[in-house]
């Protein structure tokens, strides 16, 4: 395998690159704010750069008006715009509205009131899987949908949902059948935010910033219709975007742990203490190593997934172990930045606390390392 980016990639890259070095990190401690929203005139002057670069709606299909780019270019995009912490890691839209990949798959009618109204800006969606008794584990979820005639009904709790206190509609992983969790008994509904018995119940304040709600569902009445392809399929579709939702993590992991080694690389050489750069000690040299080497080996394994995916490849085993090893690997990367710079790496001058937070974090969301391991080791027993 060829793992040089072609040359419209590298042309790509650059021009990002630039971007970013030029117009986000020299702000990037002031657009967003304590809650990770990003400030109204940032949002607007970084989506005017996007539309510049040529990146709006750039993960959107070229028939729905975006530039339909191929899962590698994205991984590109995903790893420089993580150089920076001038946006949201979580929710950010400066490319364009977030559309889930779902909603390509919704029938006609259905697509008039959500697809289209996401892709012009005027509504947005959040996806609620995750329950007070059911994360890691969705299989083992409460929440109920009960065919009512032509209706369900829901009924349940989804907690930590990115997104839902400005979201328009939910996209709903609710049980049909709970005997059978998650062998045939998840079915995804989309259902409105303002339906009757919808409810805001709290709203979370995380070390990342991010505030992700609890919504409890009482009984709320949803027609069939609002049913997203076969009852007992839920996971089926939910797997087909989780797949690329991993790369792009492994790819975001990536782009931080570079910046983070370029800051704790440039420090090194500055940073005299007791008559020497820290960059001349065997214990800073190898911390630098081991960073470099990861950093490429999870560039690699992230290449390699992304080109089996473009090839139409099952790539389900290549996107749990690159998830896993780039959110691992981008916090050791984050965490020793922030032992070579010292006190000055725990301060807001520097965004190395903000990437410490943020890596942390990743290592239990979508899918905790060991979750991932736990699937990972199912692959290995059988091959082996
Ligand atoms: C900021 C934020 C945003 C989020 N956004 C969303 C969202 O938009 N939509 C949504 O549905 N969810 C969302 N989540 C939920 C998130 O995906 C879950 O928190 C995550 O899946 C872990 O679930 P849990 O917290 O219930 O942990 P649990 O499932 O209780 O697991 C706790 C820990 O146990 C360990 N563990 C679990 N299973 C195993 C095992 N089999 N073997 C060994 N160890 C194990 C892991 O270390 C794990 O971290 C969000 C969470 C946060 C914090």
């Not at 028939?63 to 912490?85: D, F, K, P, S």
């Not at 492994?250 to 007791?274: D, H, M, P, W």
């Not at 090893?325 to 000055?344: C, K, L, P, T």
Request: aromatic content about 8%.
């Amino acid at each position: 395998m060829d793992f040089t980016l072609p040359e419209e990639l590298r042309m790509l890259r650059d021009n990002l690159r630039r971007y970013v070095e030029k117009e986000m990190i020299p702000v990037e401690r002031d657009s967003v704010t304590d809650e990770e929203e990003l400030k109204p005139e940032y949002r607007e002057k970084f989506q005017k750069g996007m539309r510049d670069l040529g990146l709006w709606m750039y993960d959107v299909p070229e028939e729905h008006g975006g530039q339909g780019l191929g899962v590698m270019a994205r991984c590109v995009i995903w790893e420089e715009m993580a150089r920076t912490i001038a946006v949201p890691a979580r929710h950010s839209e400066i490319t364009g509205p977030s559309v889930r990949a779902i909603l390509y798959d919704l029938p006609e009618d259905m697509k008039q009131r959500y697809l289209y109204p996401v892709l012009r800006g005027e509504k947005h969606a959040c996806f609620g899987q995750t329950e007070p008794d059911a994360g890691s584990d969705p299989g083992g979820m409460r929440t109920t949908a009960v065919r009512d005639g032509d209706d369900y009904l829901i009924n349940g709790t989804k907690r930590f949902i990115t997104g839902a206190a400005s979201a328009d509609f939910i996209q709903l992983m609710a049980a049909t059948d709970r005997a059978k969790g998650s062998r045939g008994g998840i079915s995804c509904f989309i259902v409105d935010m303002d339906a009757p018995g919808v409810k805001i119940t709290a709203r979370f304040k995380t070390m990342m910033g991010d505030r992700p709600c609890e919504i409890h569902f009482d009984n709320v009445r949803v027609p069939a219709g609002q049913r997203v392809g076969a009852e007992g399929e839920g996971f089926k579709f939910g797997q087909k975007w989780l797949g690329i939702g991993r790369l792009h993590h492994a790819a975001r992991a990536i782009g931080v742990a570079e910046r983070c080694l370029g800051l704790a690389t440039n420090y090194s050489k500055q940073r005299v203490t007791f008559g020497q750069p820290l960059s001349q000690r065997q214990s800073i040299q190898w911390m630098l190593v081991d960073s470099f080497v990861e950093i490429k080996a999870a560039r690699l394994m992230l290449y390699e997934a992304a080109t089996k995916m473009e090839a139409g490849e099952d790539v389900r085993n290549d996107c749990y172990v690159v998830k896993m090893y780039a959110d691992e690997m981008s916090f050791q990367v984050v965490d020793r930045a922030m032992q070579i710079h010292g006190g000055i790496a725990l301060t807001t001058d520097l965004p190395i606390e903000r990437m410490w937070r943020q890596q942390r974090s990743y290592r239990i969301t979508e899918g905790a390392t060991e979750v991932m391991k736990m699937v990972i080791a199912r692959h290995v027993l059988k091959s082996y």
